[in-house]
């Protein structure tokens, strides 16, 4: 993985990776991302919009609320109108012309917000807040001159607390680059075909819940798939959850934020609950793994720090993504009282390895090779278990899919 490139201004070492990070420009281009500028009228939300369209010439499309001239104040009953703005998103996001798309507006407003991330939801966007860093973003009064609507003092005083407070996530993560995201959902398809197959497994089906061997389709069984494949770093619940502001506040978690990461794949499980994806954190990636991670769900334990991250690829009707870390540990847990798991046979190709059954209907295979993913560390803001189309089906959006 490549470093951040020396800075060669005093801004140079301010600049989001995603304008100055060679790896991370690389993963980008690979990603479908969704650029949310937030900050006060005059704070220079259009600079830092117009070098990231530039940097991405080919491949972005920014939108300014300013062309459809929606003043930013705060929201009347009457509301501003969004609805051009909305149009031109949507055509966008829906003939697909732009991988990365860049919305330049003061984003305020929290149900404003909530509608651009289900725009991202919809259409399968990673998003990306970003806020000008320049000295004066929160000077009132030297917005007042900078900014080109001439919004008096009293106007900007009124918007700033709505500014200058970060905005939480649901959770902070790395979030899977789409062609690498499309890669690993065949793979885990062809683990789940494989796994399914096996003699040794149809010999132990009641862990799942089955008695006869014909009945278990394993994709059927793991029905609910995350709508992003991505590796939960922090838990926030919006800043809800014990630790999340002091999480979010940390040097390398800003430094990091929309940074590409090359995340390493070991292994494959199954449990009759949920299937997923080990990983294998490096030290850069662990700088930004909760002490408490694998405490947070099982406190009686003592772990490796990294133990817990995993990608979930999906888990059983009425089971909780959540569950798939949980599950994982239980894994660690009997290998570390000297448990390797009964061996049952090998699977080939993409998921070659060595297959292990540690009772309970807990299957692992063990990577011959390790799959590496590109992704971005960024935060995911929608709401929790809503349900969006997946895509897959030759006449386009049929199948449903939950976020978990
Ligand atoms: P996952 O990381 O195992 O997939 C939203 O619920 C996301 O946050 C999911 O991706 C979920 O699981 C993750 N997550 C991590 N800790 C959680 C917690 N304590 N409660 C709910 N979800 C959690």
């Known amino acids: 993985m490549s470093s951040q490139a020396s800075p060669k201004d005093p801004q140079e070492g301010q600049k989001p990776p995603l304008l100055v990070d060679d790896h991370t420009v690389v993963t980008i281009r690979e990603s479908k991302i969704f650029v949310l500028l937030r900050g006060l009228p005059g704070s220079g ?87 000008p860093k320049t000295p004066w973003r929160l000077d009132c009064a030297q917005l007042k001159d900078r900014n080109h609507w001439k919004l008096s003092l009293e106007e900007l005083k009124n ?47 009641l862990a799942y819940g089955y008695e006869d061997k014909h009945k278990l389709d394993l994709l059927k069984h793991f029905a609910k798939t995350p709508n992003i494949l991505h590796c939960t770093a922090k838990f926030c619940d919006y800043g809800k959850a014990v630790g999340s502001e002091e999480y979010a506040r940390q040097e390398v978690v800003k430094k990091s934020y929309s940074k590409g990461y090359t995340l390493h794949i070991t292994a494959l499980f199954a449990t009759p609950r949920t299937v997923g994806a080990r990983l294998e954190l490096t030290e850069e990636q662990l700088l930004l793994w909760p002490l408490d991670a694998e405490r947070e769900v099982m406190p009686k334990d003592s772990f490796p720090r990294g133990s817990r991250a995993h990608i979930t690829l999906g888990t059983a009707a009425e089971v909780q993504d959540v ?44 990577l011959s090779r390790k799959i590496e993913v590109k992704s971005i560390f960024s935060g995911y803001y929608g709401k929790p ?12 959006l049929l199948h449903q899919c939950h976020i978990m």
Request: glycine share 8%; hydrophobic share 35%; with cysteine.
């Open 159 to 205: 918007l700033r607390p709505s500014l200058e407070k970060d905005l939480l996530p649901l959770y902070f993560g790395w979030f899977l680059a789409k062609r690498d995201e499309d890669s690993l959902r065949k793979t885990s398809h062809e683990f789940l075909e494989q796994l399914g197959n096996l003699k040794a497994f149809k010999k132990r089906l």
């Open 45 to 131: 939300k259009s600079t830092l919009g117009k070098e990231i369209e530039q940097k991405y010439k080919d491949t972005s499309r920014l939108i300014s609320a300013d062309q459809y001239e929606i003043k930013p104040v705060i929201r009347s009953s009457s509301g501003a109108d969004y609805t051009k703005l909305d149009d031109e998103l949507t055509t966008c996001f829906e003939r697909r012309e732009a991988n990365l798309v860049i919305l330049d507006d003061t984003h305020h407003d929290h149900e404003r917000l909530e509608e651009l991330f289900d725009f991202a939801n919809k259409y399968h966007f990673i998003v990306v807040i970003l806020e």
């Open 385 to 396: 278990g809503v349900s969006v189309p997946l895509r897959g089906s030759k006449k386009g």
């Open 323 to 366: 569950q798939t870390g949980i599950d994982l540990l239980e894994f660690i847990k009997l290998q570390q009282a000297g448990r390797e798991g009964e061996s049952l046979g090998e699977l080939t190709g993409s998921v070659a390895g060595k297959v292990s059954y540690f009772d309970n209907g807990m299957w692992m295979v063990n």
